[in-house]
Each structure stands twice: as C-alpha cells, then as structure tokens.
C-alpha cells in the first residue's frame, strides 16, 4: 500500500493515471496535503479550457511532469 500526497489540487485523470500505474497493490492519491499551491491541470486541461487552467501558476506539461516523478519514486520504493 501507498499514499502519495501533494500540496496543490491535480486533475482526477492525474490521480487516476498514478493509480493505475503504481506498483503497489493500494495507491492512495491525497491532493491538497500539507498545504494548497493552486491547480495544476493536464494538458488536456489546457486544451479544453476553463476555471482551473484560468487561474493557475504554472505552465502545460508541469502535471504530466509530476506525475512521471512521482511514479518514479514510487518504483524505487517499492523495489
């Protein structure tokens, strides 16, 4: 079993992706932990649009780039 957390609001797809693709068994994704940094939308997110792509500080692959960072070390720790 593991639990990710970030301190900023990800797309449910974001969280959906790390899920399916963790080693562990269980993948708990926590967003808004230890703190709230704003949005950070997917790149799909940036194409269609919208509240959370309207507000955010940070720039299109930014998401899909902690998303692969996060599934990284969750590889280590589970080898």
């Known amino acids: 079993m593991a639990f990710v957390t ?5 797309f449910s797809s974001s969280g959906k992706y790390i899920k399916e693709n963790s080693p562990f068994a269980m ?3 926590v ?4 703190g709230d ?6 790149l799909l997110g940036y194409t269609n649009g919208g509240y959370s792509t309207d507000i955010t500080k940070f720039a299109p692959g930014t998401g899909e780039q ?3 960072d996060m599934l990284h070390i969750l590889n280590e720790l589970h080898d």
């Open 6 to 10: 970030a301190p900023y609001e990800m």
């Open 27 to 29: 993948t708990f994704v």
């Open 31 to 34: 967003s808004n932990g230890n």
């Open 37 to 42: 940094v704003g949005y950070i939308p997917s």
């Open 66 to 68: 902690i998303v692969g």
